[in-house]
């Protein structure tokens, strides 16, 4: 196991051996580790995959004052406190959006849905989705006409679970820019009440 920061020398400068070394060691462990913050082993292969990216990435700006071992584990437990703080962000805002909609729809205060053309507004999505790269137009309708999770999506492609996930998020994006705010709303609404 490696454990000796004289290793960072080398991986500074660049010596792949090294960080394959780091990897093989430690990325098991790492994942394991993960899961227990996460409970989830896919969102956790993730995390870890993320970080020895970064990792290797940066090595020229490394700055290990612990033991190598332990910077690992606390840069993951890091990135775990990190991703449930976003979960509990995320579940906030689409808790506080669906409980405005449900307001809108049952207490009749929908003034901002009246000048929506859901008609048009189909024919303005189908067109965004054109416009959509093809490995991302692929999966976004994989995920929102088929309904395959993106753990199929991931393997029928041969892509990484991540790669599904930022795939969606651009799509989002494109929606958002081209979309009007009540109209982008709406479309948000149905991808969270109906993912």
């Known amino acids: 196991m490696i454990d000796d920061k004289s290793y960072l020398l080398p991986l500074k400068q660049g010596d792949k051996a090294v960080f394959e070394i780091i990897f093989k060691d430690y990325y098991r462990k790492l994942c394991l580790y993960a899961k227990g913050f996460l409970g989830d082993a896919n969102e956790a292969e993730d995390i870890v995959s993320d970080f020895f990216v970064s990792f290797w990435e940066n090595r020229k700006n490394l700055e290990i004052t612990s033991s190598l071992k332990s910077y690992l584990f606390k840069s993951i437990k890091n990135r775990c406190m990190n991703y449930i703080k976003h979960l509990s962000v995320k579940d906030k805002y689409k808790s506080t959006i669906i409980t405005h909609y449900q307001e809108d729809l049952y207490l009749d205060r929908s003034d901002k849905f009246n000048d929506i ?13 054109e416009k959509l790269p093809n490995q991302c137009k692929r999966v976004y309708l994989m995920s929102r006409y088929d309904e395959k999770k993106y753990d199929e999506i991931a393997n029928e492609l041969n892509i990484s679970r991540n790669a599904v996930k930022k795939h969606i998020v651009k799509a989002l994006e494109l929606f958002r820019i081209n979309l009007r705010d009540a109209e982008f709303f709406s479309v948000l609404i149905i991808l969270l009440l109906y993912p």
């Open 117 to 129: 053309d859901y008609n048009a507004l189909h024919k303005k999505i189908d067109e965004i989705i």
